[in-house]
Nanobody, 122 residues
Framework: QVLLVESGGGLVQAGGSLKLSCAAS????????MGWYRQAPGKQRELVAV????????YYAGSVKGRFTVSRDSAKNTVSLQMNSLKPEDTAVYYC???????????????WGQGTQVTVSS
């Protein structure tokens, strides 16, 4: 069963904007953190942004700081990534990420969405 569902990827010209959204399944009994990773062809998956909770500081990779904004709604178990001033080097598959529990007695675990393609043309 898919526990994280992303939407909003696509093709955009350099300098443009896209917004990615991710919704977590109701199977989660708690979520500690949500965020986004990305993986470009031939490269390792890298952390883009993470929001531990709505009230604590978010983290951004240096390459996206000032251009991307991560927003989390803990009540709805959703997270979004607003991407502005996109560059060709932002081209990658973007994965929604969550650390949480699907069982009251279970330990926190990491979960991934299926990924959504973002392509930025020059």
């Amino acid at each position: 069963q898919v526990l994280l569902v992303e939407s909003g990827g696509g093709l955009v010209q350099a300098g443009g904007s896209l917004k990615l959204s991710c919704a977590a399944s109701e199977r989660f009994v708690s979520i500690d953190a949500m965020g986004w990773y990305r993986q470009a062809p031939g490269k390792q998956r890298e952390l883009v942004a993470v929001a531990p909770t709505e009230s604590t500081a978010t983290y951004y990779a240096g390459s996206v700081k000032g251009r991307f904004t991560v927003s989390r709604d803990s009540a709805k178990n959703t997270v979004s990534l607003q991407m502005n001033s996109l560059k060709p080097e932002d081209t990658a598959v973007y994965y929604c990420y969550a650390v949480g529990r699907v069982s009251i007695l279970g330990n926190p675990d990491s979960y991934w969405g299926q990924g959504t393609q973002v392509t930025v043309s020059s």
